[in-house]
């Protein structure tokens, strides 16, 4: 048992040498090991986010709620409110499930194959 441990850590002890060698030669004179957290540590820059649509897509058109009401939508990066999106309701739905209908009845899906 003895002896596997010390070829163990005779292996760990020429492999932290080796990616030590590495490092160094990775970024002679940087003082930044390729395997150092310190490479990646600058800030990422993200473009703030841009809402294009706010309101419900019904009959082929971008329409208010029908009652006017909104709710906030959050950034999960920054926890701000990016946009006020329309909040749909009983009225809303009946809107979408008609024009829907519709569209099934009258538009060209009911002929299209699946394939």
């Not at 990616?19 to 490479?39: E, I, M």
């Not at 993200?46 to 009652?67: N, R």
Request: charged residues 25%; proline residues 6%; glycine residues 6%.
């Amino acid at each position: 048992m003895a002896a596997a441990a010390r070829r163990i850590s005779s292996l760990l002890t020429r492999s932290s040498l080796l990616l030590s060698h590495a490092g160094r030669n990775a970024r002679a004179g940087s003082g930044v090991s390729r395997f150092s957290t310190a490479a990646v540590a600058e800030e990422l820059i993200v473009p703030p986010v841009q809402i294009s649509y706010t309101q419900h897509l019904i009959d082929g058109k971008f329409v208010d709620a029908a009652s006017g009401k909104t709710f906030p939508t959050y950034d999960p990066r920054t926890a701000e409110v990016i946009a006020h999106v329309a909040e749909g309701d009983k009225e809303d739905i009946d809107r979408a499930v008609s024009a829907a209908r519709k569209a099934f009845d009258e538009g060209p899906w009911p002929k299209m194959t699946p394939y």
